[in-house]
């Protein structure tokens, strides 16, 4: 069975920093297209960021600059290291594998609240 | 950036048919995926591909994508059906994965 485990939300400082986790079994990082995706209170799904089994990565432009998808294969997780948070980066964010351009496995997703 | 315009509501009787739509320009060169998303929890992908269901979606739920629209449509609606369901591409230009505002899905 597939699990994908978000950690790491909580309330941050606007300009602070965060960095999120998501932890898999019953499948291997290394081998899969992982991304995050985010959705803010009462609002729509939206792709955040992607990497790659090869490392590459490609970012939304709202976050461009600011996140940075990483991955541990030795510990099958990876992170988003979120900076310069803002008060429209509040959202439930979730990890989620992508298979073949869709995602067919999602976390249960971690709240981020960015606020002073 | 590629843009998918979704209905913010649709309202059905339960065993009737709802439709949900899903426009974008030229959407119908584009493979389309939907997710159901029920209050409090992650989204679920019911169709991928425009018209393949993922094991344990019932033939109820079936999809179709032509020109500037994809549709979702749900047969003989259950009230268990109520529920936000998204549609998704992939942008090639930008390589970027691009979702709908999302439509919720009423049982009358």
């Known amino acids: 069975e597939v699990q994908l485990v978000e950690t790491g939300g909580g309330l941050v400082q606007p300009g602070g920093s965060l960095r999120l986790s998501c932890t898999a079994s019953g499948l291997t990082i290394s081998t899969d297209y992982m991304s995050w995706l985010r959705q803010a209170p009462g609002k729509g799904l939206e792709w955040v960021s992607i990497?790659?089994?090869?490392?590459?990565?490609y970012y939304a432009d709202s976050v461009k600059g600011r996140f940075t998808i990483s991955r541990d294969n030795s510990k099958n997780t990876i992170y988003l290291q979120m900076n310069s948070l803002r008060a429209e980066d509040t959202a439930v964010y979730y990890c989620?594998?992508?298979?073949?351009?869709?995602?067919?496995?999602w976390g249960q997703g971690t709240l981020v609240t960015v606020s002073s | 950036s590629y843009l998918l315009t979704q209905p913010p509501s649709v309202s059905v009787a339960p065993g009737k048919t709802a439709r949900i739509t899903c426009g974008g320009n030229?959407?119908?060169?584009?493979?389309v995926h939907w997710y159901r998303q029920k209050p409090g929890q992650a989204p679920v992908l019911v169709i991928s591909y425009d018209k393949d269901r993922p094991s344990g979606i019932p033939e109820r739920l079936s999809g179709s994508n032509s020109g500037n629209t994809a549709t979702l449509t749900i047969s003989r609606v259950e009230a268990g059906d109520e529920a936000d369901y998204y549609c998704?591409?992939?942008?090639?230009?930008?390589?970027?994965?691009?979702f709908g505002g999302g439509t919720k899905l009423t049982v009358l």
């Open positions: 030229n959407i119908g060169s584009k493979s």
């Open positions: 989620a594998r992508e298979k073949d351009r869709y995602f067919d496995f």
């Open positions: 990497i790659y089994s090869g490392f590459s990565t």
């Open positions: 998704h591409v992939w942008d090639s230009s930008r390589n970027l994965r691009v």
